[in-house]
């Protein structure tokens, strides 16, 4: 008569357990779920040192199982459908590329120059086509006004460099013009004491 009494307690955790997963108590069904092993367990060892241990190897091998099969249906139920907030079959969506605010991905700006339109330390603004842009200096400063080059784009951030002359002209635009020093610069930048 007790191993009845052990097997009932016995489905009685598998129904509270399965209760748990699918229905918003705060833990009060797991609780009970655990408090109906724990007697089955116990009850089925005063039967006989055989039950009990069956009982224990069978609760071993099959609540795995029983868990694994619950995770699988659990967000196909009205209640995983409200907490994941989307509908079973439904992927998780890309997020949209980000663009400019002329429409250009923001990939596509790497290898343009452009100019420096506030300070890099590392961060700043840039123009790009008469596009103000948010970017940052991989390396040194930038000062404003200076010829930038985009190097790459990682995580929406647009990341540039300190144009050079070689830049400038494999795209095709002219290095800003550069006088050579005068002699006076060049002697005033000399300290002769």
């Known amino acids: ?80 459908r409200r907490m994941l907030n989307r509908r079973p079959g439904e992927t998780i969506k890309e997020p949209p590329k980000r663009t400019t605010s002329g429409g250009t991905p923001i990939q596509e700006l790497v290898g343009r120059l452009g100019n420096a339109l506030t300070d890099l330390l590392p961060s700043g603004m840039i123009v790009i086509d008469g596009e103000k842009l948010d970017a940052v200096s991989t390396g040194m400063p930038i000062d404003a006004g200076t010829s930038v080059i985009v190097t790459s784009v990682d995580t929406g951030r647009v990341h540039v460099r300190a144009a050079t002359d070689s830049d400038q002209a494999k795209m095709g635009e002219p290095a800003p013009p550069q006088s050579p020093p005068s002699l006076e610069e060049s002697l005033e930048s000399f300290d002769i004491d």
């Open 1 to 80: 008569m007790t191993l009845f009494y052990a097997i009932g307690l016995l489905v009685a955790f598998y129904l509270l357990m399965i209760a748990e997963f699918f229905l918003p108590a705060g833990g009060v069904l797991g609780a009970s779920a655990v408090a109906m092993l724990i007697a089955a367990v116990i009850v089925a060892f005063s039967h006989s040192m055989v039950a009990g241990i069956t009982m224990m190897i069978f609760v071993i091998v099959t609540t795995p199982l029983v868990l694994l099969g619950m995770v699988r249906i659990w967000p196909h139920t009205p209640i995983g």
